[in-house]
């Protein structure tokens, strides 16, 4: 039988072994919600970068430009990182550069995975049916904040761990702790969330609207693959 692990924050990446297992990188609040959404309203792909120059640098290319750090939009960028932006139909096949505090450093810490997609809670039911498919093991790779473990992005790992249960046996306590985190949280994530650090983070900002939205399940039916450096659906 296949096996499935979490890692709880992209500084633990030096424990797992990636070339030998689909990965799938979740930033619940907000980034992979972010993507998944995107994708799902017509842009033709997403190029992540870790480093904030980098990024920008791809305007010149044509590319529209996402920038967040610390929570709020990088001045000099198009786009921040609420999932809210990203239904605008001026994007529609339109590509974009893709950079924020966590999720994209987890994609760059994942490099040379067998396979990375993109998950969220908006396309959980799309990720789950496409890794039940396939015949690799998995590997959740949680954004988490700034190396610190987060409750938002191992709750994803749970609910993958719950749905997948039949057909996957956890590597280790990591999957098994997710999966009663999610089984605790799952009737009510905003109200089980509320006193989490990101939340707070995030109402202090006066962003409410995008934690109800990142919260919701099976929204899209799409699952981003990144492909020669770009993801796409």
Known sequence: MKTIDVCLSPDLMHLYRVDDR????????RAT????????????????????????AMKAEGYYTAGERNGEKVDGFDFGNSPFEYMDPKLKGERIAFTTTNGTQAIARSEGAKEIIIGSFLN??????????????????????????NLEDTLFAGALVELMKESIEPDCDAPLA????????????????????????LNRLNI???????????????????INGSLII
């Open 22 to 29: 689909k990965v799938v990188i979740v930033d619940i609040l």
């Open 33 to 56: 919600s972010c993507m998944v959404t995107a994708l799902a309203h017509g842009v033709a792909a997403i190029k992540p970068f870790a480093k904030l120059d980098d990024c920008l």
């Open 208 to 226: 409410h609207k995008d934690i109800q939205f990142c919260l919701t399940p099976d929204q899209y039916d799409v699952v981003p693959r990144l």
């Open 124 to 149: 959980l039911s799309s990720v789950t049916h496409y890794l039940k498919e396939g015949s690799d093991n998995v590997l959740v790779v949680c954004a988490a904040w700034k190396g610190k473990v």
């Open 178 to 201: 997710a999966q009663r985190l999610y089984n605790l949280a799952r009737y009510d994530m905003v109200d089980f969330l509320k006193d989490s650090s990101h939340v707070k983070r």
